[in-house]
């Protein structure tokens, strides 16, 4: 039903949709679906909020010279301040975003909010001999 719906035209989509409108509305499955892509919306925002981090870090390294501060501390108080949150929920962000990227795959991370799962059959996971 939203599927096709790009992240960004979502929430105005959800908004404007007419759920008694669905045939067997009372079951409720218009809104289960809408739920489901609003997920998705959410978990595309975290990603790219991740991306931003990294840039922003990366930026920020360059920036800040030896023995002129900490560019992580620098980032962190960004962080905090834009997003009105405490400076250890901003470290703890940074943390997470600094960590995953040194994971196989999450600089890649899909911005669509949909994880990239190997084919059928298929493992993620390398063998180890």
């Avoid at 030896?66 to 960004?78: A, F, R, W």
């Avoid at 975003?97 to 890649?108: D, N, V, Y």
Wanted: charged content about 20%; aromatic content about 4%.
């Amino acid at each position: 039903m939203f599927e096709d719906v790009a992240a960004a035209d979502l929430l105005g989509r959800v908004r404007a949709f007419d759920f008694d409108d669905v045939p067997g509305h009372k079951t409720g499955y218009a809104r289960i679906e809408a739920l489901k892509a609003l997920d998705v919306a959410v978990r595309a925002a975290q990603a790219e909020q991740i991306r931003q981090i990294w840039a922003l870090h990366r930026e920020r390294v360059q920036l800040i010279g030896l023995g002129q501060g900490d560019p992580t501390l620098s980032v962190i108080g960004e962080i905090s301040m834009a997003r009105n949150i405490g400076p250890t929920a901003a470290a703890n962000q940074v943390t997470l975003a600094m960590g995953l990227q040194h994971l196989p795959g999450c600089s890649t991370c899909s911005p669509t909010g949909r994880s990239a799962r190997p084919p059928p059959g298929q493992s993620s996971l390398r063998q180890v001999h």
